[in-house]
């Protein structure tokens, strides 16, 4: 059953949530070593001002460099294929084209995200993944 999902795309921020959702993709991925795993992680250029300034932009960078690197660490124990990705813009959208362009059948995502807004059931990005994917989405909350 399980392995109808060739191809699992995790939308990460780094939240509480996003760790969730990693750990239950891997989970699924051990349920077969031909599932590919893909972490994609959005770089959201409006979300500060001083991000138009060079130097911000680099500090932004290199902070996802280094969550890059850990998440590459975690995903290492899988003797699935793996692979991380860092895209710079809207995260909704990227997301959605994302997973058309790298054929992903199922996307694992949290509820919520980093704004902490606990009175919505979904936030922004997994409002907008959910209506718009073109494959299956597990929502973990
Ligand atoms: N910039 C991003 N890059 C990749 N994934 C993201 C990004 N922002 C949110 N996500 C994904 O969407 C989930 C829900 O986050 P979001 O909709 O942004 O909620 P909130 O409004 O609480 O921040 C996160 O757990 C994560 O899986
Ligand atoms: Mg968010």
């Not at 290199?62 to 995260?91: D, Q, W």
């Not at 990227?94 to 807004?117: A, Q, T």
């Amino acid at each position: 059953m399980l392995t109808i999902y060739s191809r699992i795309v995790v939308p990460y921020d780094h939240s509480e949530l996003s760790k969730k959702a990693l750990k239950t993709a891997m989970a699924l991925a051990r349920q077969d070593k031909k599932i590919e795993l893909l972490v994609v992680m959005v770089i959201q250029p409006e979300v500060t001002i001083a991000y138009q300034q060079t130097n911000q932009r680099e500090i932004q960078r290199e902070a996802f460099g280094k969550i890059r690197s850990s998440i590459e660490t975690e995903l290492s124990v899988l003797p699935n294929r793996t692979r991380t990705f860092v895209l710079e813009g809207a995260p909704a959208p990227l997301i959605v084209d994302f997973v058309k362009e790298y054929d992903g059948d199922l996307i694992v995502m949290g509820s919520r995200g980093l704004s902490g807004l606990k009175e919505v059931f979904l936030g922004s990005v997994s409002h907008y993944v959910v209506q718009k994917a073109t494959c299956p989405v597990f929502v973990v909350k």
